[in-house]
């Protein structure tokens, strides 16, 4: 099978590009000898385990075509399967032409046997990887190896054994079954991970509003303090301003709401405005009912005033 031609690109695994000229072809074709075989350019070669071997270069069809040795049954049914795409070399550029990127010398180094859904960068158009029409070629190179190159359509005995073939058939069901498989295990993931998504979308756009919520609440809350605080505050120093210090601080030890203290205070601004100019009230009396308040408050007795 041809395996280069004169003119076709070659690309680096950076992504540089080559061509092959007919130069380097016709004068280190014979590099390839010996060169390993692989398939969709992947170091496969401890499973694969074939080589390249009598190098020919057709100068007619600027051809570079070799037979293989130790290829596998299953590898050549490869060859003959659907899957096929054609082959595709390898090889090391060690001169280009001056300001151009065409490989005059170079050394070649393998082959690799390409399958869907990758495509050679020479064409069966171009002459290369074809299996039918190179099979009268190396016929007529190889005449001993005849029978081993013929086509699949006819003629000849086949390339591979029926068994081999009915094997590689049933693998490549069972792969596409399990590909299947994968498949649909991927779109299942990739369902749950645009839900994961959107759960975290949705959430994120929802925190500004729940930490405005929380800050506005904490304010309220904090407003509220203050506005109590200030109204105890208001409470006692009103208590304070009807009677003595010691007094209120007996009443206050109870830890009353602000509304009793706002009652004590407006009852004891109601008795002494009753005992102003008289001498109704004494401090004694002040004292009883500071007393009596503050037994009512802790419910232990209601102390009478005698």
Partial sequence: MAIAKAGQHAYSIFGDEATLTSEFLSR???TWEGGLVSINHENNHDWVKATIHDIEYDAAESLVICSFSGLPEWLMSLIYSEDFRGLSQECIPIEFRKNSNDVVKGYGTGCT????????????????????????????????IEDTMTTNTGGGTTAISTEAYESVVSEKVELRSQIQTLESEKTKLETELASTRKEFTD????????????????????????????ALNSAIT??????????AETILSTNPSVETIKSFAAIRKAELSKGVGSSQYSPDDTAEDV????????????????
């Fill in 238 to 247: 009103d208590l304070k301003s009807v009677m003595s210090e010691s007094d």
């Fill in 291 to 306: 007393i009596r308040l503050v037994s009512e408050l802790r419910g232990t007795r209601t102390v009478i005033k005698k």
């Fill in 203 to 230: 959430y994120k756009s929802s925190e500004a509003d729940r930490i405005k919520s929380e800050t506005e609440k904490a304010l309220r809350a904090y407003d509220a303090e203050v506005k109590a605080q200030e």
């Fill in 113 to 144: 046997i390409v399958t869907t859904p990758y495509n050679p960068a020479a064409t069966p158009e171009m002459g290369v990887g074809i299996r039918p029409e190179l099979a009268a070629i190396l016929a007529s190179k190889y005449p001993s």
């Fill in 28 to 30: 280190d074709y014979k």
